[in-house]
């Protein structure tokens, strides 16, 4: 048990050094020496998961280069892999082959917007959301079509059946003011930073009728990655918002279906919804206190 252990722990290692050789590779545009890694590591293990998560790194680097024939030609490769590998399993059997499906079709989707085919990558994102919508990458291609689309259109709906701490309004309820949509999760290191920020913001704008919701959900986890049930995991996510978003004024209702509907497959996700209830700003990941305080000024202009 303890030699089986040990070369699950090599094989990890090896799997891990892989993806982040690869992201190297392509960091530096060094694209024959991305392909030996991933040849080289396929030629000895075959074409597992592990491997054609690597293969989709050379995708992302190409479209992160703009490179989009490359990017086009490598996510098709990668697409092709995945499909040959779910002929013997299912999607979500494993970790890795979800992350390069979804990175598959957000490169397809995201070269073709930058060729300014912004209507055929909508089009690709909607079909594949169809497809893949009980899966675990719906939320990650719900991101991309959402950074298309929903700057502008109405806010979709939030599900507000439970909450952490004192239940808060519907979005339909607050149309009239001006709203900050703060999605956080309770092991996110950048959402902890990102929570000064929005109390400045909050405390500058105490004389407007600024609204903050805080949206977070479930992970079957507490600290540590330690499982736990929703009776262990909801007091966990109170201590975690009393801690660190103490000096917040939000509700914060509890919902899987908010994160997939918003499509935060990365937290912080950031959205500020205008008096109208019209989506202003959609932004994945932590913003700045500079860049985000001219836009909330904005905002919460009549």
Not at 60 to 71: F, V, Y
Not at 133 to 145: D, G, H
Not at 257 to 268: H, Q, V
Request: a positive charge; charged letters at 20%.
């Amino acid at each position: 048990m303890k030699l089986l252990g040990l070369v699950l722990l090599f094989v990890a290692a090896a799997n891990a050094a892989l993806v982040q050789d690869v992201r190297s590779a392509t960091a530096a545009r060094n694209w024959p020496l991305a392909e030996k890694l991933v040849a080289d590591f396929q030629k000895q293990n075959g074409w597992t998961p592990e491997a054609i998560l690597g293969q989709s790194w050379i995708a992302r680097g190409a479209q992160a280069a703009s490179e989009w024939d490359r990017a086009q030609r490598e996510a098709a490769k990668t697409r092709t892999l995945v499909d040959e590998s779910l002929k013997k399993r299912k999607l979500d059997d494993e970790p890795q082959l979800p992350l390069a499906l979804g990175a598959s079709i957000e490169v397809q989707a995201l070269s073709l917007a930058g060729q300014n085919q912004r209507t055929e990558a909508v089009a690709l994102l909607q079909k594949e959301i169809k497809a893949w919508y009980a899966t675990s990458i719906r939320t990650r291609l719900q991101k991309n079509l959402n950074l298309l689309t929903l700057e502008g259109k109405p806010a979709p709906a939030l599900e507000t059946k439970q909450f952490i701490g004192p239940a808060g309004p519907t979005l339909a309820a607050l149309k009239g003011k001006p709203i900050i949509l703060f999605f956080w999760a309770h092991w996110c290191a950048d959402c902890k930073q990102q929570g000064p920020i929005l109390a400045r913001l909050q405390q500058e704008h105490k004389a407007t009728d600024l609204v903050i919701l805080g949206p977070t959900q479930k992970y079957g986890y507490i600290a540590g990655g330690v499982d736990a049930p929703p009776a262990e995991e909801l007091p966990y996510i109170e201590r975690i918002r009393t801690q660190f978003y103490g000096s917040l004024n939000m509700a914060v209702p509890v919902s899987e279906e908010n994160f997939k509907a918003w499509g935060c497959s990365t937290t912080p996700t950031l959205a500020l919804i205008d008096r109208a209830g019209i989506v202003r700003l959609y932004h994945p990941g932590r913003m700045t206190y500079e860049d985000l305080a001219p836009k909330v000024a904005a905002l919460v202009k009549k």
